[in-house]
Protein backbone atom coordinates (compact mmCIF):
# COMPACT_ATOMS: atom_id res chain seq x y z
CA UNK A 1 0.00 0.00 0.00
CA UNK A 2 1.20 3.45 -1.09
CA UNK A 3 0.75 6.58 1.13
CA UNK A 4 0.38 10.01 -0.57
CA UNK A 5 1.61 13.43 -0.19
CA UNK A 6 -2.14 14.56 0.38
CA UNK A 7 -2.93 11.23 2.41
CA UNK A 8 -4.36 8.00 1.81
CA UNK A 9 -4.02 6.34 -2.13
CA UNK A 10 -7.16 7.15 -3.64
CA UNK A 11 -8.16 5.94 -7.46
CA UNK A 12 -6.96 9.79 -8.80
CA UNK A 13 -3.53 8.16 -8.20
CA UNK A 14 -2.83 4.57 -8.71
CA UNK A 15 0.16 2.18 -7.58
CA UNK A 16 1.15 0.07 -10.21
CA UNK A 17 4.20 1.30 -11.84
CA UNK A 18 2.69 0.83 -15.81
CA UNK A 19 -0.37 2.93 -14.83
CA UNK A 20 1.61 5.96 -12.66
CA UNK A 21 3.89 5.90 -16.13
CA UNK A 22 1.01 6.18 -18.01
CA UNK A 23 -0.37 9.35 -15.98
CA UNK A 24 3.09 10.76 -15.94
CA UNK A 25 3.32 10.08 -12.11
CA UNK A 26 6.28 9.87 -10.36
CA UNK A 27 7.06 5.48 -9.43
CA UNK A 28 7.77 6.28 -6.19
CA UNK A 29 8.00 8.63 -3.06
CA UNK A 30 11.53 8.64 -3.15
CA UNK A 31 11.85 8.91 -6.49
CA UNK A 32 9.64 12.14 -6.55
CA UNK A 33 12.67 12.87 -4.11
CA UNK A 34 15.20 11.86 -6.31
CA UNK A 35 13.69 14.13 -8.75
CA UNK A 36 13.99 17.16 -7.70
CA UNK A 37 10.70 18.00 -5.46
CA UNK A 38 11.88 20.95 -3.61
CA UNK A 39 9.32 20.93 -0.81
CA UNK A 40 6.11 19.31 0.41
CA UNK A 41 3.24 20.81 1.58
CA UNK A 42 2.20 20.77 5.24
CA UNK A 43 1.18 16.95 5.87
CA UNK A 44 -0.66 14.87 8.47
CA UNK A 45 0.61 11.26 9.22
CA UNK A 46 -0.74 9.33 11.30
CA UNK A 47 -2.55 11.93 13.22
CA UNK A 48 1.08 13.91 13.68
CA UNK A 49 1.05 17.74 11.74
CA UNK A 50 3.96 18.43 10.61
CA UNK A 51 6.24 20.57 7.69
CA UNK A 52 8.29 18.48 5.53
CA UNK A 53 11.17 19.80 3.10
CA UNK A 54 12.17 17.12 0.69
CA UNK A 55 16.03 16.75 0.44
CA UNK A 56 17.56 17.63 -3.34
CA UNK A 57 18.18 14.59 -5.71
CA UNK A 58 21.79 15.11 -5.18
CA UNK A 59 21.65 15.14 -1.54
CA UNK A 60 19.85 12.08 -1.65
CA UNK A 61 21.60 8.37 -2.68
CA UNK A 62 20.34 6.31 -5.03
CA UNK A 63 18.29 3.49 -3.39
CA UNK A 64 19.23 -0.08 -4.12
CA UNK A 65 16.07 -0.78 -5.32
CA UNK A 66 16.19 2.11 -7.72
CA UNK A 67 19.47 0.67 -8.90
CA UNK A 68 18.73 -2.82 -8.77
CA UNK A 69 15.54 -1.85 -11.16
CA UNK A 70 18.03 0.39 -13.63
CA UNK A 71 20.59 -2.61 -13.94
CA UNK A 72 17.85 -5.00 -14.88
CA UNK A 73 17.66 -7.49 -11.62
CA UNK A 74 14.80 -9.40 -10.39
CA UNK A 75 11.36 -7.35 -9.39
CA UNK A 76 11.28 -10.47 -7.23
CA UNK A 77 14.26 -8.91 -5.29
CA UNK A 78 13.18 -7.94 -1.41
CA UNK A 79 15.23 -4.53 -1.37
CA UNK A 80 14.36 -1.78 1.24
CA UNK A 81 15.96 1.39 1.52
CA UNK A 82 15.93 4.53 4.49
CA UNK A 83 16.94 7.69 4.30
CA UNK A 84 16.63 10.90 6.66
CA UNK A 85 16.38 14.61 6.23
CA UNK A 86 16.58 15.06 10.10
CA UNK A 87 12.77 15.21 10.85
CA UNK A 88 11.44 12.27 9.02
CA UNK A 89 12.29 8.81 8.04
CA UNK A 90 11.42 8.01 4.32
CA UNK A 91 11.19 4.16 3.70
CA UNK A 92 11.02 2.42 -0.13
CA UNK A 93 10.69 -1.45 0.00
CA UNK A 94 9.99 -3.60 -3.08
CA UNK A 95 7.68 -6.53 -2.74
CA UNK A 96 8.13 -9.87 -3.61
CA UNK A 97 5.01 -11.01 -5.33
CA UNK A 98 3.78 -7.46 -7.16
CA UNK A 99 7.44 -6.16 -7.51
CA UNK A 100 5.68 -3.23 -6.31
CA UNK A 101 7.93 -0.06 -4.84
CA UNK A 102 6.28 1.02 -1.06
CA UNK A 103 6.87 4.25 0.22
CA UNK A 104 6.29 5.52 3.90
CA UNK A 105 7.54 8.33 5.67
CA UNK A 106 7.62 8.54 9.61
CA UNK A 107 9.15 11.37 12.17
CA UNK A 108 12.46 10.57 14.13
CA UNK A 109 12.36 10.13 17.77
CA UNK A 110 14.41 13.30 17.66
CA UNK A 111 11.25 15.24 16.50
CA UNK A 112 9.05 13.38 18.20
CA UNK A 113 10.84 14.13 21.64
CA UNK A 114 11.06 17.91 20.04
CA UNK A 115 7.19 18.64 19.91
CA UNK A 116 7.01 17.04 23.87
CA UNK A 117 8.82 19.80 25.00
CA UNK A 118 8.58 23.51 25.58
CA UNK A 119 10.54 26.84 23.86
CA UNK A 120 12.88 26.60 26.79
CA UNK A 121 13.76 22.99 26.28
CA UNK A 122 11.81 21.69 29.09
CA UNK A 123 9.51 18.94 29.10
CA UNK A 124 5.99 19.66 29.12
CA UNK A 125 3.41 18.90 31.60
CA UNK A 126 1.25 15.85 31.53
CA UNK A 127 -2.45 17.31 31.10
CA UNK A 128 -3.88 16.02 34.00
CA UNK A 129 -7.56 15.20 33.90
CA UNK A 130 -9.69 17.22 36.41
CA UNK A 131 -10.98 14.05 37.86
CA UNK A 132 -7.79 12.73 37.93
CA UNK A 133 -5.97 11.63 41.82
CA UNK A 134 -2.58 13.39 41.87
CA UNK A 135 -0.79 12.45 44.55
CA UNK A 136 2.10 14.77 45.99
CA UNK A 137 5.50 13.94 47.53
CA UNK A 138 5.99 10.59 49.66
CA UNK A 139 6.77 11.73 53.59
CA UNK A 140 10.57 10.19 54.07
CA UNK A 141 11.21 9.24 51.04
CA UNK A 142 14.76 11.03 50.94
CA UNK A 143 15.78 9.18 54.54
CA UNK A 144 15.67 5.89 52.46
CA UNK A 145 18.99 7.47 50.26
CA UNK A 146 20.63 8.89 53.20
CA UNK A 147 24.32 7.87 53.80
CA UNK A 148 24.30 7.76 57.55
CA UNK A 149 22.64 4.41 59.22
CA UNK A 150 20.12 4.61 61.96
CA UNK A 151 20.31 1.99 64.69
CA UNK A 152 16.30 0.61 64.34
CA UNK A 153 13.94 1.29 67.48
CA UNK A 154 13.81 -2.23 68.46
CA UNK A 155 17.38 -2.68 69.77
CA UNK A 156 17.46 -5.22 72.72
CA UNK A 157 18.02 -3.83 75.97
CA UNK A 158 21.13 -5.83 76.57
CA UNK A 159 22.64 -3.59 73.54
CA UNK A 160 21.35 -0.44 75.05
CA UNK A 161 23.10 -1.08 78.51
CA UNK A 162 26.42 -1.53 76.24
CA UNK A 163 26.44 1.69 74.69
CA UNK A 164 25.38 3.58 77.72
CA UNK A 165 28.57 2.38 79.77
CA UNK A 166 30.62 2.90 76.47
CA UNK A 167 29.22 6.27 76.16
CA UNK A 168 29.75 6.52 80.02
CA UNK A 169 33.31 6.34 80.07
CA UNK A 170 34.04 8.05 76.97
CA UNK A 171 32.72 10.99 78.30
CA UNK A 172 33.33 10.97 81.91
CA UNK A 173 35.79 13.45 82.07
CA UNK A 174 33.38 16.09 80.39
CA UNK A 175 31.06 15.02 82.71
CA UNK A 176 32.74 15.21 86.09
CA UNK A 177 33.63 18.71 84.79
CA UNK A 178 30.61 19.81 84.22
CA UNK A 179 29.67 18.55 87.42
CA UNK A 180 32.21 20.67 89.14
CA UNK A 181 31.61 24.01 87.46
CA UNK A 182 27.62 23.68 87.73
CA UNK A 183 28.39 22.98 91.78
CA UNK A 184 30.57 26.18 91.84
CA UNK A 185 28.00 28.27 90.85
CA UNK A 186 25.82 26.82 94.04
CA UNK A 187 27.23 29.17 96.39
CA UNK A 188 25.94 27.02 99.56
CA UNK A 189 28.69 24.64 98.23
CA UNK A 190 31.67 26.58 98.19
CA UNK A 191 32.75 25.74 102.12
CA UNK A 192 32.83 22.43 100.93
CA UNK A 193 34.68 23.09 97.16
CA UNK A 194 37.52 25.04 98.99
CA UNK A 195 38.75 23.02 100.92
CA UNK A 196 38.29 20.27 98.12
CA UNK A 197 40.29 21.98 95.93
CA UNK A 198 43.30 22.50 98.04
CA UNK A 199 42.88 18.77 98.81
CA UNK A 200 43.52 18.31 94.94
CA UNK A 201 46.18 20.30 94.20
CA UNK A 202 48.52 19.37 97.43
CA UNK A 203 47.06 14.95 96.91
CA UNK A 204 50.16 12.61 96.40
CA UNK A 205 47.56 9.69 96.27
CA UNK A 206 48.26 9.30 92.90
CA UNK A 207 52.26 8.91 93.12
CA UNK A 208 52.51 7.16 96.54
CA UNK A 209 52.09 3.51 95.60
CA UNK A 210 49.72 2.79 98.84
CA UNK A 211 46.74 2.60 96.61
CA UNK A 212 44.75 3.56 99.77
CA UNK A 213 41.58 4.60 97.11
CA UNK A 214 41.63 1.41 95.24
CA UNK A 215 37.70 -0.11 95.46
CA UNK A 216 37.41 -3.92 94.66
CA UNK A 217 33.65 -3.51 94.39
CA UNK A 218 33.68 -0.80 92.06
CA UNK A 219 36.25 -2.96 89.88
CA UNK A 220 33.96 -5.74 89.81
CA UNK A 221 30.75 -4.30 89.11
CA UNK A 222 28.29 -6.09 86.47
CA UNK A 223 28.48 -2.83 84.60
CA UNK A 224 32.23 -3.35 83.22
CA UNK A 225 30.99 -6.50 81.85
CA UNK A 226 28.45 -4.74 79.73
CA UNK A 227 31.50 -2.20 78.50
CA UNK A 228 33.59 -5.33 77.91
CA UNK A 229 30.81 -6.92 76.11
CA UNK A 230 30.41 -3.95 73.64
CA UNK A 231 33.27 -4.95 71.28
CA UNK A 232 33.86 -7.34 72.71
CA UNK A 233 36.49 -7.40 74.13
CA UNK A 234 38.73 -10.81 75.44
CA UNK A 235 42.05 -11.22 77.32
CA UNK A 236 44.10 -14.16 76.89
CA UNK A 237 47.36 -15.38 78.78
CA UNK A 238 50.75 -16.81 77.34
CA UNK A 239 51.65 -18.14 80.38
CA UNK A 240 50.38 -18.30 83.82
CA UNK A 241 52.94 -15.71 86.21
CA UNK A 242 53.42 -16.69 89.57
CA UNK A 243 53.00 -13.92 92.36
CA UNK A 244 56.24 -14.11 94.03
CA UNK A 245 57.57 -11.80 91.26
CA UNK A 246 57.12 -8.10 89.95
CA UNK A 247 55.46 -6.96 86.63
CA UNK A 248 55.34 -4.29 84.36
CA UNK A 249 53.10 -5.03 81.32
CA UNK A 250 53.66 -2.89 78.58
CA UNK A 251 50.35 -2.27 76.34
CA UNK A 252 50.47 -1.72 72.43
CA UNK A 253 48.86 -0.26 70.64
CA UNK A 254 47.92 2.89 72.18
CA UNK A 255 44.82 3.28 69.77
CA UNK A 256 42.78 6.40 70.82
CA UNK A 257 41.50 6.03 74.05
CA UNK A 258 42.55 2.16 74.68
CA UNK A 259 39.36 0.68 75.88
CA UNK A 260 41.49 -2.36 75.11
CA UNK A 261 43.90 -1.60 78.46
CA UNK A 262 40.86 -0.28 80.53
CA UNK A 263 38.55 -3.64 80.00
CA UNK A 264 41.76 -5.49 80.98
CA UNK A 265 43.58 -3.98 83.49
CA UNK A 266 41.49 -0.84 84.68
CA UNK A 267 38.88 -3.81 85.68
CA UNK A 268 37.55 -7.31 86.38
CA UNK A 269 35.56 -7.35 83.20
CA UNK A 270 37.76 -9.77 81.53
CA UNK A 271 39.24 -11.75 84.70
CA UNK A 272 42.34 -10.58 85.27
CA UNK A 273 42.40 -11.62 88.74
CA UNK A 274 41.03 -15.44 86.96
CA UNK A 275 44.18 -16.08 84.75
CA UNK A 276 46.71 -13.96 86.95
CA UNK A 277 45.97 -15.25 90.69
CA UNK A 278 47.78 -13.28 93.26
CA UNK A 279 48.98 -9.91 91.54
CA UNK A 280 47.69 -6.60 92.08
CA UNK A 281 47.94 -4.82 88.46
CA UNK A 282 47.65 -0.87 88.28
CA UNK A 283 46.81 1.08 85.14
CA UNK A 284 48.96 3.73 84.43
CA UNK A 285 47.69 7.26 83.09
CA UNK A 286 48.75 10.67 82.13
CA UNK A 287 49.47 12.70 85.91
CA UNK A 288 47.38 15.37 84.86
CA UNK A 289 44.06 13.48 85.05
CA UNK A 290 45.04 13.26 88.62
CA UNK A 291 44.27 17.05 88.71
CA UNK A 292 40.71 16.84 87.92
CA UNK A 293 38.05 17.42 90.00
CA UNK A 294 35.75 14.92 91.10
CA UNK A 295 37.14 12.87 88.08
CA UNK A 296 40.49 12.20 90.03
CA UNK A 297 38.27 10.41 92.97
CA UNK A 298 36.76 8.10 90.69
CA UNK A 299 39.78 6.87 88.83
CA UNK A 300 41.91 6.73 92.44
CA UNK A 301 38.53 4.13 93.08
CA UNK A 302 39.33 2.21 89.73
CA UNK A 303 42.90 1.94 90.80
CA UNK A 304 44.30 4.00 88.58
CA UNK A 305 47.76 5.90 89.04
CA UNK A 306 50.32 7.93 87.61
CA UNK A 307 52.38 6.83 84.87
CA UNK A 308 55.24 8.89 86.42
CA UNK A 309 58.78 7.43 87.28
CA UNK A 310 57.93 8.47 91.46
CA UNK A 311 54.66 6.51 91.02
CA UNK A 312 55.64 3.41 89.26
CA UNK A 313 58.93 2.81 91.47
CA UNK A 314 57.04 3.33 94.61
CA UNK A 315 54.26 0.89 92.98
CA UNK A 316 56.89 -1.87 92.49
CA UNK A 317 58.89 -1.32 96.16
CA UNK A 318 55.61 -0.84 98.27
CA UNK A 319 52.84 -3.46 99.07
CA UNK A 320 52.49 -6.57 98.05
CA UNK A 321 52.51 -9.73 100.18
CA UNK A 322 56.46 -9.40 101.48
CA UNK A 323 55.70 -5.14 101.58
CA UNK A 324 58.27 -4.97 98.80
CA UNK A 325 56.31 -4.96 95.70
CA UNK A 326 56.07 -8.53 95.56
CA UNK A 327 53.15 -9.76 93.43
CA UNK A 328 52.55 -5.95 92.34
CA UNK A 329 52.19 -5.04 88.28
CA UNK A 330 51.94 -1.98 86.48
CA UNK A 331 50.41 -1.58 83.08
CA UNK A 332 51.74 1.17 80.48
CA UNK A 333 50.30 2.06 77.39
CA UNK A 334 54.18 2.15 75.84
CA UNK A 335 53.61 4.17 72.92
CA UNK A 336 51.84 6.90 74.33
CA UNK A 337 50.31 10.07 72.63
CA UNK A 338 52.60 9.98 69.27
CA UNK A 339 51.79 6.43 68.51
CA UNK A 340 48.23 7.51 68.96
CA UNK A 341 48.81 9.65 65.94
CA UNK A 342 49.61 6.29 63.88
CA UNK A 343 46.18 4.50 64.52
CA UNK A 344 44.55 3.80 61.64
CA UNK A 345 42.48 0.43 60.98
CA UNK A 346 44.33 -2.68 59.47
CA UNK A 347 47.51 -1.00 60.24
CA UNK A 348 50.16 -2.13 63.30
CA UNK A 349 52.64 0.37 63.41
CA UNK A 350 54.15 0.51 67.01
CA UNK A 351 56.54 3.62 68.52
CA UNK A 352 59.15 1.54 70.31
CA UNK A 353 62.31 1.38 68.62
CA UNK A 354 63.76 4.15 71.00
CA UNK A 355 61.61 3.65 73.67
CA UNK A 356 63.94 2.36 76.35
CA UNK A 357 62.34 4.47 79.56
CA UNK A 358 60.13 1.61 80.54
CA UNK A 359 62.92 -1.04 80.64
CA UNK A 360 65.22 0.71 82.40
CA UNK A 361 62.58 0.55 85.26
CA UNK A 362 62.40 -3.24 85.02
CA UNK A 363 65.70 -3.48 85.32
CA UNK A 364 65.94 -0.94 88.17
CA UNK A 365 63.21 -2.29 89.98
CA UNK A 366 63.70 -6.08 89.13
CA UNK A 367 60.55 -6.18 88.00
CA UNK A 368 60.15 -8.52 84.60
CA UNK A 369 58.60 -7.27 81.61
CA UNK A 370 55.67 -8.65 80.02
CA UNK A 371 54.94 -7.16 76.21
CA UNK A 372 51.04 -7.14 75.73
CA UNK A 373 49.42 -7.04 72.17
CA UNK A 374 46.30 -5.69 71.83
CA UNK A 375 44.40 -7.08 68.81
CA UNK A 376 42.18 -4.49 67.29
CA UNK A 377 42.72 -1.50 69.19
CA UNK A 378 43.39 0.15 66.21
CA UNK A 379 40.01 -0.87 64.68
CA UNK A 380 37.83 1.09 67.16
CA UNK A 381 38.26 4.36 65.08
CA UNK A 382 38.76 6.39 62.28
CA UNK A 383 40.94 9.28 61.93
CA UNK A 384 42.64 11.45 59.56
CA UNK A 385 45.55 9.82 58.35
CA UNK A 386 49.19 12.19 58.15
CA UNK A 387 49.88 11.39 54.65
CA UNK A 388 46.50 12.95 53.27
CA UNK A 389 47.20 15.61 55.68
CA UNK A 390 50.63 16.84 56.59
CA UNK A 391 49.40 19.89 57.88
CA UNK A 392 47.47 18.77 60.42
CA UNK A 393 50.03 16.14 61.59
CA UNK A 394 52.84 18.51 61.96
CA UNK A 395 50.30 20.68 64.22
CA UNK A 396 49.20 17.68 66.22
CA UNK A 397 53.43 16.70 66.73
CA UNK A 398 54.04 20.44 67.87
CA UNK A 399 51.08 20.40 70.69
CA UNK A 400 52.23 16.84 71.65
CA UNK A 401 55.99 18.06 72.18
CA UNK A 402 54.32 21.33 74.43
CA UNK A 403 52.14 19.85 76.26
CA UNK A 404 52.98 16.53 76.46
CA UNK A 405 49.61 14.80 74.84
CA UNK A 406 47.90 15.69 71.60
CA UNK A 407 44.49 14.98 70.11
CA UNK A 408 43.85 12.96 67.27
CA UNK A 409 40.90 13.84 64.49
CA UNK A 410 39.27 10.67 64.82
CA UNK A 411 35.48 9.86 64.46
CA UNK A 412 32.83 5.99 64.86
CA UNK A 413 29.77 5.67 65.01
CA UNK A 414 27.14 7.55 66.72
CA UNK A 415 24.36 6.29 70.04
CA UNK A 416 21.54 6.41 67.88
CA UNK A 417 23.73 5.70 63.82
CA UNK A 418 26.10 3.45 62.90
CA UNK A 419 28.29 5.81 60.71
CA UNK A 420 28.77 9.35 62.57
CA UNK A 421 29.86 9.95 66.04
CA UNK A 422 32.47 9.40 69.02
CA UNK A 423 31.29 6.13 70.35
CA UNK A 424 33.67 3.13 69.29
CA UNK A 425 33.03 0.80 66.63
CA UNK A 426 31.73 -2.53 68.01
CA UNK A 427 35.05 -4.35 66.82
CA UNK A 428 36.46 -6.82 68.35
CA UNK A 429 39.34 -6.21 70.83
CA UNK A 430 41.46 -9.10 72.18
CA UNK A 431 44.21 -8.65 74.22
CA UNK A 432 46.84 -11.16 74.46
CA UNK A 433 49.51 -11.40 77.28
CA UNK A 434 53.02 -12.25 76.28
CA UNK A 435 55.80 -14.55 78.31
CA UNK A 436 58.16 -13.02 80.87
CA UNK A 437 61.41 -11.67 79.93
CA UNK A 438 63.10 -12.15 83.54
CA UNK A 439 66.00 -9.60 84.36
CA UNK A 440 68.85 -8.99 86.62
CA UNK A 441 67.59 -6.24 89.24
CA UNK A 442 70.26 -3.27 88.55
CA UNK A 443 70.04 0.29 89.45
CA UNK A 444 72.62 1.24 86.97
CA UNK A 445 72.13 -0.90 83.97
CA UNK A 446 75.14 -0.85 80.74
CA UNK A 447 73.42 0.19 77.81
CA UNK A 448 74.75 -2.66 76.35
CA UNK A 449 71.96 -4.71 78.84
CA UNK A 450 68.97 -2.12 78.30
CA UNK A 451 69.39 -3.08 74.14
CA UNK A 452 69.59 -6.63 75.15
CA UNK A 453 66.10 -6.90 77.58
CA UNK A 454 64.54 -4.26 74.85
CA UNK A 455 65.91 -6.66 71.98
CA UNK A 456 63.85 -9.50 73.69
CA UNK A 457 61.12 -7.42 74.39
CA UNK A 458 60.72 -7.09 70.52
CA UNK A 459 61.22 -10.34 69.65
CA UNK A 460 58.70 -11.38 71.96
CA UNK A 461 56.36 -8.72 70.84
CA UNK A 462 56.67 -10.48 67.56
CA UNK A 463 56.36 -14.05 68.52
CA UNK A 464 52.70 -12.96 69.84
CA UNK A 465 52.03 -10.71 66.08
CA UNK A 466 53.02 -14.53 64.13
CA UNK A 467 51.15 -16.64 66.20
CA UNK A 468 47.76 -15.00 66.15
CA UNK A 469 47.62 -12.63 63.54
CA UNK A 470 45.66 -15.19 61.33
CA UNK A 471 43.42 -15.76 64.17
CA UNK A 472 42.98 -12.06 65.22
CA UNK A 473 43.99 -9.74 62.73
CA UNK A 474 42.45 -11.74 59.30
CA UNK A 475 41.50 -7.77 57.63
CA UNK A 476 45.27 -6.57 57.95
CA UNK A 477 46.69 -4.46 55.42
CA UNK A 478 50.40 -5.09 56.32
CA UNK A 479 52.73 -6.84 58.48
CA UNK A 480 53.35 -5.32 62.25
CA UNK A 481 55.60 -2.11 61.91
CA UNK A 482 58.28 -1.12 64.87
CA UNK A 483 58.72 2.61 63.87
CA UNK A 484 60.58 5.42 65.79
Not at 205 to 211: I, M, N, Y
Not at 303 to 326: D, F, I, K, W
Request: proline share 6%; aromatic share 10%; net charge positive.
Amino acid sequence: MALSVDGPRSHFEPSRLQERDKHHLPKSYVEAAEEGMDQLSKTEINGISMKATTPMKHDIAQSPAREAQKQGSSPHTNIAKKETDGQRIFTEKTQDNTSEKLASVKPTLRYEEGIRQDANGEPLAKETPDHELVSGRRAGAGWEKSSIHWAPLNTPLKRRLQTLIVLWHTLCIALFLTTFFFLCAIPLTWPLLLPYLIYVLFSQAHTSGQLTYRSPLLRSLPIWSLFASYFPARLHRSSPLPSTRKYVFGYHPHGIISHGAFAAFGTEALGFSTLFPGITNTLLTLDSNFRIPLYRDYALALGLASVSRESCQNLLSRGGTNGEGMGRAITIVVGGARESLDAQPHFLRLVLKRRKGFVKLAIGSGADLVPVLAFGENELYDQVQPEQHPLIHKVQLVVKKLLGFTIPLFHARGVFNYDVGLMPYRRAVNVVVGRPIKVVQSQRPEADYIDEIHGLYVAELERIWEEWKDVFARERREEMEIVE
